[in-house]
């Protein structure tokens, strides 16, 4: 049987290594799903339920294994539902491969169906971005297309017109320039090392800095012992932004935790004090919490020079891979005797915990958010793969999961989108059949991608849906409150009993309505094998709280109370008790 382009791509994709496929089928890529189908011993497509969660699924396999992702959509609309999963992985760094379909060739332009030049749509998302023309171009396509996505941490876009993905070799096609088998499915990895010079400028600056603080991001995940080596060093606290929060242990004694509006307070004072700041692996994008311009050195270590200097003034910039950076740094730093800007972090840290202790075990009803996400974080095991959607959620998630031993946690850090937490849930399982894997997500979130529930149990993927539901858009209700001073409007969700859903779809459901039951409910939901989702019912007045708050805020807060926010007292009761437990 001669090969068909469709062919073709789905082999060079098994030599590069792709083992999983997400998608959805659809007319304009039947040929491909007859490659696929042709080739399933080698290549496993996973069939998912909206080609949105194709992309989130191909972004969160690849945060969570380091490798490409890949999914699959047909013309048209296919191809258009991926477009937000892709911004998700451009914006976060991860490198995606997206295959779609297109009209036949020669009706290209002539307004038949599905006729959506995807190419042009993906231009501004994909780094590379090109339509199939043949069988004697496809294999470069497909060359190209995963070298710019390994190579630049982004999204790549191959486009095939439905009938050549049919077409077969034959001599003919074959320009005289392209001369047969010129390319290679060869990655070579770049490490860019930094000049001599420039790393001892920058020990120089770190050495004479008496309040050093670093900022962890997520080039770091796999720099957990230099990291820890050069706060030991420098005897500086590691302030973590979301997507490196599985950089270091939260409980390690040098380590902050988060920073930003859903990070720790201790955070927050570390950046405000330090007088030398060491920016490693991370483009955290809330410039307010950054040292004031001008009160702190600083050295940065990036993977890439576009983002040296981006958010915050950088002194000297240190190109490269942050664990290779630093252990050619660290020889030449030396020893900081002086540990009392350390010792002040660990004290406020201590506070903070207890803190975040007490908040996460209140037994009032309706039940506080906090207290599920507390009990569920005990429970975790030391491998869990953790995800978490945008929202109020999110705060939680940081605050009281806990990174330990080799867990992993994500979110969509930089595009923060909703809806990513359970299809990221779907790439991890896939990836990692045998570790725990769980979604904090909100009603809102899970809502918008309800239908992968099935999928979960279509391939009985063992993973755990917590839906923290409080029948509103609770993130943006506390915006509207708290940022720009005005009442609610348009937040609030019609409930929805996410339990029996999913035991409709053939999934287990679990429901959490007090917190003397949470540890229980948990623990038998995290012991069922198989997909499951456990429906947390929680006080939608509880505040997600920043770390500290300005007076700018609480004005807000209280204006708009006063102009008629429904539930006035119930909240200003709910922030008073935050308010005088914190410092009580
Ligand atoms: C796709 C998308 N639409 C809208 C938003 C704006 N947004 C951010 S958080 C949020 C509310 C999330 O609600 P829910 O999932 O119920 O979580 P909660 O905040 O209640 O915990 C909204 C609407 C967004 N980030 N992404
Ligand atoms: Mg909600």
Known sequence: ?????????????????????????????????????????????????????????????????????????????????????????KCDGQPVLAITGHTFHDLIGMHYQQDVDLDKLFIDVAAFNQRVMGPAHVVNVVDEAIKTSLAYRTVSHITIPKDIQDWTSSKEDRSSANVPMHSSGVYAESHPVPPRAALESAAQVINKGSRVAILAGRGCLNAREEILELAKTVA?????????KAVVPDRNPYTTGGIGLLGTSPSQDALRECDTLIVAGSSFPYMEFYPKPGKAKTVQIDISATRIGLRHQADIGLVGDCGAVLRALLPLLKRKKDQD?????????????????????????????????????????????????????????????????????????TLATMANGLPYSIGAAVAYPDRQVVCIVGDGGLTMLMGEIATLVKYNLNVKVIVIKNNVLGMIKWEQIAQEGNPQFGVQLQPIDFAGLAVNCGAAGFTIERPGDAESILRKALAHPGPAVIQAVVDPNEPPMPGQISTDQAIKFAEALLRGQKDAWKIIKTVMEDKIREVV
């Open 1 to 89: 049987m001669p090969k068909t382009v469709a062919d073709l791509m789905i082999e060079r994709l098994i030599d590069w290594g792709v083992d999983t496929i997400f998608g959805l089928p659809g007319d304009g890529i039947n040929g491909i799903f007859e490659a696929l189908r042709t080739h399933k011993d080698k290549i496993r497509f996973i069939q998912v339920r909206h080609e949105e969660a194709a992309a989130f699924a191909a972004c969160g396999y690849a945060k969570y294994t380091g490798r490409l992702g890949v999914c699959l959509a047909t013309s048209g609309p296919g191809g258009i539902h991926l477009l937000n999963g892709l911004y998700d992985a």
């Open 236 to 244: 500086g606290p590691i302030v973590k932004p979301l997507l490196g």
């Open 341 to 413: 800007f350390l010792k002040k972090s660990q004290k406020r840290m201590a506070s903070w915990n207890k803190l975040m202790e007490e908040r996460g075990t209140r037994p009032d009803m309706p039940m506080k958010p906090q207290v599920v996400v507390h009990q569920l974080n005990k429970l975790l095991t030391d491998d869990a793969i953790v995800s978490s959607d945008s929202g109020t959620i999110a705060t939680w998630s940081a605050r009281y999961i806990e990174m330990r031993g080799s867990m992993q946690f994500s979110l969509s850090g």
